[in-house]
């Protein structure tokens, strides 16, 4: 089987390595190693065990196909612009994702998948009717929380993922098309509050070209715009907030809404109900309260993509070294990746929750009893 030359790209980007780094390690030329990878350059057997060796991926790695081609989509477009990520974090991120995705694609191929129901958002429409809409497929009602985002998002057919970071300098998230799916990228390193904003927004990315115009800046704050709106949408949230509006007041609101104080009280502001002076009196209450940033909220049910760890659960009863062995992905990476997604654990947390749904995953010519799917 020919050498896959984008897999030793990857695997050198999950070191966090250039090609110099990686080029040193084996013991050849940069250019030698730009040839592998562009594929212009079979290796020999020991340069491709020294490879396999020093960046901890079995030879077998290097031969697999990738099944899924993830593009840099708004982290390329919007978010790295503004982003201070180095170069090096960034292709970690990408290779990541990358890895995750082959992981979800390969179990994917195991089932029948959810019908895709994405909003189609006009460009000209305006932001109150895209978010009407977008909770009108969905699934969710005009008013009231939004309890499962990414339950949601997984039943409707986008491939939503969670991958190993940590808090990785800024990123929290991206988004892009990939073979007409939409797919989610989230940092597993964000709260139940964070992972729900950076969905709301990568779902403005995907499915609204009127967030796409203008300057990068005014396409971020347009995305935001619309995320804020889809987890607190006017009606019901003008209904609910505390008055006087305070931190204490907020701190018990964002229990029911999913959201953090600071978010709600940019909401608050955005809605015309504080005046300028209560705003900037609030963050910077806000800012001495939590130097650090906001911690997520004690209590807040778990809110991590499910779908892949559950497919591997019905497939491999949840073993990371049966993926792995199929996948050519080194066991320890797998596990990482399976261990960023939602877990059974999540749902006994939430299992008083409404959100909980129960989900059928049916293998082809195979019946496959129903289980609880905590999609957060």
């Known amino acids: 089987m020919p050498l896959n030359g984008s897999r030793i790209r990857q695997a050198r980007e999950l070191k966090k390595w250039v090609q110099c780094d990686l080029a040193a390690a084996v013991g050849v030329s940069q250019s030698a190693i730009a040839r592998l990878e562009s594929g212009s350059l079979e290796p020999s057997r020991a ?30 477009r919007f978010r790295s612009r503004r982003s201070k990520l180095k170069a090096r974090d960034r292709s970690y991120i990408l290779a990541l994702a990358q890895a995750a995705a082959n992981l979800h694609e390969h179990l994917a191929s195991h089932f029948r998948r959810f019908q895709l129901r994405v909003p189609h958002l006009d460009r000209d429409l305006p932001i109150d009717d895209a978010v009407s809409e977008a909770r009108r497929v969905l699934g969710a009602s005009s008013a009231e929380p939004i309890q499962r985002l990414v339950f949601l998002l997984e039943k409707a057919g986008f491939v939503c993922l969670s991958i190993p ?45 009127g967030a796409f115009n203008g300057r990068v800046a005014s396409v971020e704050r347009e995305a935001y715009a619309f995320g804020g709106r889809l987890l607190m949408p006017a009606t019901g949230i003008r209904q609910e907030m505390p008055s006087p509006i305070t931190i204490s007041g907020l701190s018990d609101l964002r229990m029911r809404w999913g959201v953090s104080v600071k978010d709600l009280i940019v909401r608050a502001e955005r809605l015309g109900l504080l005046s300028e002076e209560q705003y900037k009196g ?51 990476m797998v596990a990482q990746i399976l261990g960023a997604h939602g877990s059974k654990s999540d749902l006994r947390r939430s299992a008083a929750d409404p959100g909980a749904r129960v989900v059928r995953f049916p293998l082809p010519g195979r019946r496959v009893s129903s289980a609880k799917e905590e999609a957060g």
């Open 47 to 76: 340069v491709l065990r020294e490879i396999s060796e020093k960046t901890g991926f079995p030879e077998r790695f290097f031969r697999e196909s990738d099944l899924i081609d993830v593009p840099e989509g708004s982290f390329l």
């Open 165 to 209: 970071v940590g808090r990785l300098g800024d990123f929290d998230g991206f988004s892009a098309w990939v073979d007409r799916r939409p797919v989610i990228v989230l940092s597993a390193g964000l709260g139940t509050e964070g992972i729900r904003v950076t969905a709301a927004h990568e779902l403005a990315h995907l499915c609204w070209p």
């Open 282 to 332: 609030l963050l910077i209450r806000h800012r001495r309260l939590w130097p650090n940033g906001e911690p997520s909220a004690v209590g807040l049910p778990p809110e991590r993509p499910r779908a892949l760890a559950k497919m591997n659960e019905v497939v491999h009863g949840g073993s990371a070294n049966k993926l792995a062995q199929e996948t050519g992905y080194p066991v320890w």
